[in-house]
């Protein structure tokens, strides 16, 4: 082996090592650090006479013995000792250097550094980092800084903990909107620790602020994060006094699609507080004491805007939006839920899921006209199938607030009894009253409350309410609502009843963390006998540390070692809430322990799908994780995978998704088939007939529901399936994620209990708070709709609705072939052979030929007839029209998916932009350049209950008045 200097053994330079010149080894040394990476295998047997030379301290350069020693060690394999010996050769050791070697080291040392500053943030270490290792993390920094690789220096700093650090770069960089752009993503996907990712936000949010135009939007993100509704209030008073009221209503509706109730309520008593209004009370533990002040002395303009921006925070703008969109755009395919209930015919579970499924497809969207033209065939459903009838109607109408109680009126318990058709429908109809104001039901607590109050109220409908309270006081952290579920329905040892106080008191409880409220659910769970019960209760203790991280790490530790399986899968349950998104190793190592090693079947189910609840913002890295647990000889670990697959991929169409869910779809386990088959819908969601899948899908439907050897199991699969992929008018979706990046809490809480329905039917219908309709919707400063275009480039068919089920064609009777004699056949021989003889004598006494005209017409007739018989190329060519149109024209308010946000915007010359300058959310307020010219506004249309799904049929205008001429209608 030769180096660049053609030696071919460092034998030379290693005897001068014993040498007693000190010069002599100084150079020996140098020589060998030029050489190592050629002949370290040589050097290896030197090393420890460098190690003595480094570790005496009258040998005055020692720290190139360390670096030499660090070279030989990393070669070696020893990359801890390399490391050690690196930090002891102090400058030296050149961070500048481009080499493997260098790369190696200053990760390690970037790692150790900032393993030793989380052990120093948790407190289980007071240890200063070893000045060496503090020495190269800081050089690094400033290699960074020269090179202007202002990101980089950034990532280190946030993985080091240092906060000074990361403001440096972010100030002295040439770009800091983008640095703070990018600093927010890495610290929301990356940081695992969550008193430091406040410490980020809290940073973040105040150098936002001091930008020359401050992001006020970014700024209250941070806030939602820290859980800060004073200081959101205190930026909307500003923009209020400050007369950017257009600003102040986008801000408004982008805190209402991601805040909770609690937050939101905060904000808006804290308006109401600064301007001197009254504050209303709102339960038990309401402020004794409103504002006194009137607010008489606010400006009208100023009234105004507050008015609106609270009108805004309780979400009847954005809920009546939603379902004035989803009802001008419904896309159900009306005809394929016919063809399912012709098929299933009627089997009560089947029954059930078409039911479910026609909730699914038209959720929203205020339709329930399949509802009405199948009344005798609802009429077979009875007891909690009419409960899950009752619900469905929730679904249909969710967001439907302005008219929620008139069109569930005779679904709804009566006053001091039962209602007239049982306390099945009473349930259903309270359930589904939840739905509708599911997140921001503070104007029907108190109605819930009444009912549930009543005396001997059955049990049945005691199920409906408590899973409707729970779900309109969603996030509330309402005491009063709280202790009226655990005293009241609870504690009183009914299974039916106490398992929906269960998850209504974690409902209402999502988010908070209560200790006491953990202790007090966690107790009962372990002293009833109710399996129902404790289930209920495995979900609401998992929903009240959601999103708390590492402050949940001794309640699941706690859980997931129970003895008692149901308790261990509410520590899972609590891992997907508290860690959703976050992508943590950590977490995902715990998850994949338990999936294989668990005792208990439903516990390793529930690991495996939580795994999509962890993985939901970086999806991508979820196939590799589950792969082998798709083949798992469990069926249980198998069905976990397409849940998780479905859940993480929602809405993508992600090929390597589908790749692993294919040969789930013909599993040998009907349970597996009916969880692939929802995986597999949901994945779909929103795809268009281009997809290479969509065939396939809508194949594997089809097969799954008719195939009369078929498992029930597999086609409720089949049947939710279908309903699921054209959710919402083919209009909404059920990702985790929004547009802006946040989790979207209803998406998480609504998708983790449907997934419950393995377990109870009704719960199926929780997966509509998960959908989120995916739309722009324009408004002006007045919030009001304008006629506006929105220009998406991007060909028709990429985001267009996939095509309808098309009716069946009626087929031509055949003729019946008539039977023939073989006499009969030798006679019409005979007959043709004698007619033939006297042609061919005719034709010989013919000798004029044919004309030229008659010989061209032949010709024409022959071509005419070769043009009938097209090739398959020119049939092709013929029937595929061609796709010239590169961008399409969207009429507000229009249907735009997540990928077409990118490719959205308004014409160059379009009067109206928006108020951020950024890009298009489900609710856009649009500034006016030319208010003083007339705008053309679109009237919304208040869906009326069961028509709505109609709503592009307008009914006939009346004829103009006329009278009626008796003697000329005579004549």
Same mark, same amino acid.
């Given at each position: 082996? $030769?180096?660049?200097?053609?030696?071919?053994?460092?034998?030379?330079?290693?005897?001068?090592?014993?040498?007693?010149?000190?010069?002599?080894?100084?150079?020996?040394?140098?020589?060998?650090?030029?050489?190592?990476?050629?002949?370290?295998?040589?050097?290896?047997?030197?090393?420890?006479?460098?190690?003595?030379?480094?570790?005496?301290? =009258?040998?005055?350069?020692?720290?190139?013995?360390?670096?030499?020693?660090?070279?030989?060690?990393?070669?070696?394999?020893?990359?801890?000792?390399?490391?050690?010996?690196?930090?002891?050769?102090?400058?030296?050791?050149?961070?500048?250097?481009? %080499?493997?070697?260098? #790369?190696?080291?200053?990760?390690?040392?970037?790692?150790?550094?900032?393993?030793?500053?989380?052990?120093?943030?948790?407190?289980?270490?007071?240890?200063?980092?070893?000045?060496? &290792?503090?020495?190269?993390?800081?050089?690094?920094?400033?290699?960074?800084?020269?090179?202007?690789?202002?990101?980089?220096?950034?990532?280190?700093?946030?993985?080091?903990?240092?906060?000074?650090?990361?403001?440096?770069?972010?100030?002295?960089?040439?770009?800091?909107?983008?640095?703070?752009?990018?600093?927010?993503?890495?610290?929301?996907?990356?940081?695992?620790?969550?008193? @430091?990712?406040?410490?980020?936000?809290?940073?973040?949010?105040?150098?936002?602020?001091?930008?020359?135009?401050?992001?006020?939007?970014?700024?209250?993100?941070?806030?939602?994060?820290?859980?800060?509704?004073?200081?959101?209030?205190?930026?909307?008073?500003?923009?209020?006094?400050?007369?950017?009221?257009?600003?102040?209503?986008?801000?408004?509706?982008?805190?209402?699609?991601?805040?909770?109730?609690?937050?939101? %309520?905060?904000?808006?008593?804290?308006?109401?507080?600064?301007?001197?209004?009254?504050?209303?009370?709102?339960?038990?533990?309401?402020?004794?004491?409103? +504002?006194?002040?009137?607010?008489?002395?606010?400006?009208?303009?100023?009234?105004?805007?507050?008015?609106?921006?609270?009108? *805004?925070?309780?979400?009847?703008?954005?809920?009546?939006?939603?379902?004035? @969109?989803? %009802?001008?755009?419904?896309?159900?395919?009306?005809?394929?839920?016919?063809?399912?209930?012709?098929?299933?015919?009627?089997?009560? *579970?089947?029954?059930?899921?078409?039911?479910?499924?026609?909730?699914?497809?038209?959720?929203?969207?205020?339709?329930?006209?399949?509802?009405?033209?199948?009344?005798?065939?609802?009429?077979?459903?009875?007891?909690?199938?009419?409960?899950?009838?009752?619900?469905?109607?929730?679904?249909? #109408?969710?967001? #439907?607030?302005?008219?929620?109680?008139?069109?569930?009126? +005779?679904?709804?318990?009566?006053?001091?009894?039962?209602?007239?058709?049982?306390?099945?429908?009473?349930?259903?109809?309270?359930?589904?009253?939840?739905?509708?104001?599911?997140?921001?039901?503070?104007?029907?607590?108190?109605?819930?409350?009444?009912?549930?109050?009543?005396?001997?109220?059955?049990?049945?409908?005691?199920?409906?309410?408590?899973?409707?309270?729970?779900?309109?006081?969603?996030?509330?952290?309402?005491?009063?609502?709280?202790?009226?579920?655990?005293?009241? #329905?609870?504690?009183?040892?009914?299974?039916?009843?106490?398992?929906?106080?269960?998850?209504?008191?974690?409902?209402?409880?999502?988010?908070?963390?209560?200790?006491?409220?953990?202790?007090?659910?966690?107790?009962?769970?372990?002293?009833?006998?109710?399996?129902?019960?404790?289930?209920?209760?495995?979900?609401?203790?998992?929903?009240?540390?959601?999103?708390?991280?590492?402050?949940?790490?001794?309640?699941?530790?706690?859980?997931?070692?129970?003895?008692?399986?149901?308790?261990?899968?509410?520590?899972?349950?609590?891992?997907?809430?508290?860690?959703?998104?976050?992508?943590?190793? $950590?977490?995902?190592?715990?998850?994949?322990?338990?999936?294989?090693?668990?005792? =208990?079947?439903?516990?390793? $189910?529930?690991?495996?799908?939580?795994?999509?609840?962890?993985?939901?913002?970086?999806?991508?890295?979820?196939?590799?994780?589950?792969?082998?647990?798709?083949?798992?000889?469990?069926?249980?670990?198998?069905?976990?995978?397409?849940?998780?697959?479905?859940?993480?991929?929602?809405?993508?169409?992600?090929?390597?998704?589908?790749?692993?869910?294919? +040969?789930?779809?013909?599993?040998?386990?009907?349970?597996?088939?009916?969880?692939?088959?929802?995986?597999?819908?949901?994945?779909?969601?929103?795809?268009?007939?281009?997809?290479?899948?969509?065939?396939?899908?809508?194949?594997?439907?089809?097969?799954?529901?008719?195939?009369?050897?078929?498992?029930? &199991?597999?086609?409720?699969?089949?049947?939710?399936?279908?309903?699921?992929?054209?959710?919402?008018?083919?209009?909404?979706?059920?990702?985790?994620?929004?547009?802006?990046?946040?989790?979207?809490?209803?998406?998480?809480?609504?998708?983790?209990?449907?997934?419950?329905?393995?377990?109870?039917?009704?719960?199926?219908?929780?997966?509509? *708070?998960?959908?989120?309709?995916?739309?722009?919707?324009?408004?002006?400063?007045?919030?009001?709709?304008?006629?506006?275009?929105?220009?998406?480039?991007?060909?028709?068919?990429?985001?267009?609705?996939?095509?309808?089920?098309?009716?069946?064609?009626?087929?031509?009777?055949?003729?019946?072939?008539?039977?023939?004699?073989?006499?009969?056949?030798?006679?019409?021989?005979?007959?043709?052979?004698?007619?033939?003889?006297?042609?061919?004598?005719?034709?010989?006494?013919?000798?004029?030929?044919?004309?030229?005209?008659?010989?061209?017409?032949?010709?024409?007739?022959?071509?005419?007839?070769?043009?009938?018989?097209?090739?398959?190329?020119?049939? %092709?060519?013929?029937?595929?029209?061609?796709?010239?149109?590169?961008?399409?024209?969207?009429?507000?308010?229009?249907?735009?998916?997540?990928?077409?946000?990118?490719?959205?915007?308004?014409?160059?010359?379009?009067?109206?932009?928006?108020?951020?300058?950024?890009?298009?959310?489900?609710?856009?307020?649009?500034?006016?350049?030319?208010?003083?010219?007339?705008?053309?506004?679109?009237?919304?249309?208040?869906?009326?209950?069961? =028509?709505?799904?109609?709503?592009?049929?307008?009914?006939?205008?009346?004829?103009?008045?006329?009278?009626?001429?008796?003697?000329?209608?005579?004549?």
């Amino acid at each position: 082996v $030769r180096d660049s200097m053609g030696l071919t053994s460092a034998a030379g330079f290693l005897a001068l090592l014993d040498e007693p010149e000190q010069d002599l080894k100084l150079f020996a040394l140098e020589k060998l650090n030029e050489v190592v990476d050629v002949f370290w295998a040589e050097i290896w047997d030197k090393l420890e006479q460098i190690e003595i030379l480094y570790e005496d301290e =009258s040998f005055p350069h020692r720290d190139i013995a360390a670096l030499v020693a660090s070279k030989v060690n990393f070669h070696m394999g020893a990359v801890g000792d390399s490391m050690n010996y690196a930090l002891f050769a102090g400058e030296r050791f050149d961070v500048n250097t481009h %080499s493997e070697y260098v #790369h190696t080291i200053i990760a390690m040392c970037i790692d150790t550094y900032a393993a030793q500053q989380q052990q120093a943030l948790a407190g289980t270490t007071t240890e200063a980092p070893p000045a060496g &290792l503090l020495e190269v993390v800081e050089r690094m920094f400033d290699r960074c800084f020269a090179a202007g690789e202002f990101k980089q220096a950034a990532g280190i700093a946030m993985e080091a903990h240092r906060l000074d650090v990361l403001e440096r770069a972010i100030q002295t960089s040439n770009d800091p909107n983008t640095m703070l752009e990018y600093s927010f993503e890495v610290v929301m996907t990356l940081t695992t620790n969550r008193a @430091f990712r406040n410490s980020v936000l809290t940073l973040l949010a105040r150098l936002y602020s001091e930008m020359p135009e401050p992001d006020y939007l970014k700024m209250c993100q941070c806030f939602i994060y820290l859980e800060n509704g004073s200081a959101t209030t205190d930026v909307l008073v500003s923009l209020i006094k400050a007369g950017r009221e257009v600003l102040a209503y986008q801000l408004a509706f982008d805190l209402f699609d991601s805040a909770t109730q609690q937050f939101l %309520s905060s904000v808006s008593n804290g308006l109401n507080t600064s301007f001197g209004q009254a504050t209303p009370a709102v339960g038990d533990g309401a402020a004794e004491e409103a +504002p006194v002040a009137s607010g008489d002395d606010i400006e009208p303009a100023v009234k105004e805007t507050l008015e609106k921006v609270l009108t *805004i925070l309780s979400g009847d703008l954005t809920l009546a939006l939603s379902v004035e @969109f989803l %009802s001008r755009n419904n896309h159900a395919d009306k005809l394929l839920m016919n063809n399912i209930k012709d098929t299933v015919g009627r089997n009560s *579970i089947t029954h059930n899921a078409t039911v479910m499924a026609n909730a699914m497809m038209y959720a929203g969207t205020t339709s329930d006209a399949f509802l009405d033209e199948n009344q005798e065939w609802l009429k077979s459903a009875n007891n909690w199938a009419l409960f899950n009838a009752a619900a469905s109607l929730g679904v249909i #109408h969710q967001g #439907h607030t302005a008219e929620a109680l008139n069109v569930l009126e +005779p679904y709804l318990p009566k006053d001091g009894g039962v209602g007239a058709d049982g306390p099945h429908v009473d349930g259903g109809g309270l359930f589904a009253l939840g739905l509708i104001y599911a997140n921001h039901g503070a104007d029907v607590t108190d109605y819930f409350l009444q009912r549930l109050r009543e005396p001997q109220v059955p049990e049945v409908t005691q199920h409906g309410g408590c899973l409707g309270l729970g779900l309109a006081s969603m996030g509330s952290a309402r005491e009063d609502v709280y202790n009226q579920m655990r005293d009241n #329905h609870l504690v009183c040892e009914s299974a039916v009843a106490g398992e929906a106080a269960g998850i209504g008191m974690g409902l209402v409880m999502l988010g908070s963390a209560s200790d006491s409220a953990l202790a007090e659910m966690t107790a009962y769970a372990r002293e009833t006998q109710h399996e129902k019960i404790i289930r209920g209760l495995a979900i609401g203790v998992a929903l009240v540390m959601y999103g708390r991280q590492e402050q949940a790490d001794g309640h699941i530790d706690e859980l997931i070692k129970d003895k008692d399986s149901i308790l261990r899968m509410a520590g899972v349950h609590m891992i997907a809430t508290a860690y959703v998104g976050t992508g943590e190793n $950590r977490i995902i190592k715990k998850l994949l322990h338990i999936a294989v090693s668990d005792v =208990s079947d439903d516990v390793r $189910r529930c690991a495996v799908t939580a795994l999509g609840f962890v993985l939901c913002r970086t999806p991508e890295q979820l196939p590799s994780t589950v792969n082998l647990l798709s083949e798992s000889f469990n069926p249980n670990v198998r069905y976990g995978t397409c849940m998780a697959l479905g859940i993480a991929f929602s809405g993508s169409g992600n090929a390597e998704a589908l790749s692993l869910l294919e +040969p789930l779809v013909k599993d040998s386990v009907a349970f597996v088939r009916q969880g692939a088959l929802i995986a597999l819908a949901m994945i779909m969601m929103q795809q268009t007939a281009d997809h290479p899948k969509y065939k396939y899908t809508k194949e594997a439907f089809k097969t799954t529901m008719t195939d009369k050897h078929e498992d029930v &199991l597999a086609k409720v699969g089949a049947i939710y399936g279908q309903g699921i992929m054209n959710a919402g008018g083919q209009n909404v979706t059920t990702r985790l994620v929004n547009a802006n990046g946040h989790i979207r809490m209803q998406s998480v809480v609504g998708t983790l209990v449907f997934t419950q329905f393995w377990f109870w039917f009704p719960l199926g219908n929780f997966l509509s *708070i998960a959908m989120s309709p995916t739309a722009v919707i324009c408004l002006n400063k007045n919030l009001k709709m304008p006629k506006i275009e929105l220009k998406s480039n991007a060909p028709p068919s990429k985001y267009a609705y996939a095509p309808a089920t098309e009716p069946p064609k009626e087929k031509s009777k055949d003729k019946i072939e008539t039977a023939v004699l073989s006499i009969t056949s030798k006679a019409k021989a005979a007959k043709a052979k004698d007619d033939k003889e006297k042609a061919t004598e005719v034709d010989s006494m013919e000798v004029d030929a044919k004309p030229a005209d008659a010989a061209k017409d032949e010709s024409a007739k022959t071509d005419v007839g070769g043009d009938t018989e097209m090739t398959d190329d020119a049939k %092709s060519a013929e029937t595929t029209p061609v796709e010239s149109a590169t961008f399409t024209m969207l009429s507000n308010p229009a249907r735009v998916l997540l990928p077409q946000m990118a490719v959205v915007e308004l014409e160059v010359d379009s009067r109206y932009r928006p108020a951020t300058g950024r890009g298009f959310g489900l609710v856009t307020v649009l500034e006016d350049n030319t208010p003083d010219e007339p705008e053309e506004f679109i009237e919304m249309k208040q869906a009326a209950a069961g =028509s709505a799904g109609d709503a592009e049929v307008e009914e006939a205008s009346c004829p103009a008045p006329f009278q009626f001429d008796e003697a000329a209608e005579g004549e």
